[in-house]
């Protein structure tokens, strides 16, 4: 079983920054692309940031040049660093990764628990 474990929400003012964590824990031989999705009241679930193995990165464009995604390879865990939060931002942060358990499998997608992020204007 792999998990993934998001932290670092809370409640930010407009213009403040957040960073958000998400470790990935269990069988893991390797993983490929780890993302950022976000998800707001009424709203469906939308791509924020991806990061591939290689450290190519993509972003919305509703977060570019705001936000930052990296990723610790050693410690299968990524990032997301929020700055000059806006109240749309407001909504739960997923994050995503594709995972291989073991040598030779398939990759299987795994999805974290979510993380609320609040910005108050």
């Known amino acids: 079983q792999v998990q993934l474990v998001e932290s670092g929400g809370g409640l930010v003012q407009a213009g403040g920054s957040l960073r958000l964590s998400c470790a990935a824990s269990?069988?893991?031989?390797?993983?490929?692309?780890m993302s950022w999705y976000r998800q707001a009241p009424g709203k469906q679930r939308e791509s924020v940031a991806v990061?591939?193995?290689?450290?190519?990165?993509s972003y919305a464009d509703s977060v570019k040049g705001r936000f930052a995604i990296s990723r610790d390879n050693t410690k299968n865990t990524v990032y997301l660093k929020m700055n000059s939060l806006k109240p749309e931002d407001t909504a739960v942060y997923y994050c995503?990764?594709?995972?291989?358990?073991?040598?030779?499998?398939?990759?299987?997608?795994?999805w974290g628990q979510g993380t609320l992020v609040t910005v108050s204007s």
């Open positions: 995503n990764a594709n995972v291989m358990v073991y040598a030779g499998s398939r990759y299987v997608e795994v």
């Open positions: 990061i591939t193995s290689r450290g190519s990165t």
């Open positions: 269990g069988n893991i031989f390797g993983i490929n692309t």
